[in-house]
């Protein structure tokens, strides 16, 4: 199972079509002075751009790459990023918010989804 992460589209609560691209990925201690790795997407939904930025802990990073023993890498970070993403679009939770921070369960459990696709990379 590919994780795309730089352009996708995944349907919103009504079915509607929301298109996503990836736009930077970058320690949030150098924009927001934040222990976290950011991961900003751009979506466009009935014609409008809007932004979403989702907050990876840096403390919940190095536990999860140790229990998953994948290495904290920017694809790795993004991919975990665009499952949240497209969890949030789908089921509408936490939609609305231009900022969201993933807990470390989250985290761990984006982490499992990816390990066979990452393994088969190293």
């Not at 993004?78 to 939770?93: N, P, Q, T, V, W």
């Not at 900022?99 to 393994?119: H, R, S």
Request: charged content about 25%.
């Amino acid at each position: 199972m590919s994780v795309p992460f730089r352009h996708f589209t995944a349907p919103d609560l009504f079915g509607s079509p929301i298109e996503v691209e990836f736009r930077w990925l970058q320690n949030g201690i150098s924009i927001r002075h934040a222990d976290t790795v950011d991961v900003k997407f751009e979506i466009v939904m009935e014609g409008r751009r809007e932004e979403r930025v989702l907050a990876l802990p840096h403390p919940h990073l190095l536990r999860v790459s140790a229990e998953s023993g994948h290495p904290i890498t920017d694809p790795w970070c993004s991919r975990m990023a665009a499952l949240h993403l497209k969890h949030m679009i789908e089921s509408g939770d936490d939609f609305e918010k231009t900022l969201v921070t993933l807990t470390g369960d989250q985290m761990n459990e984006y982490a499992k989804q990816l390990k066979p696709e990452l393994a088969e990379a190293y």
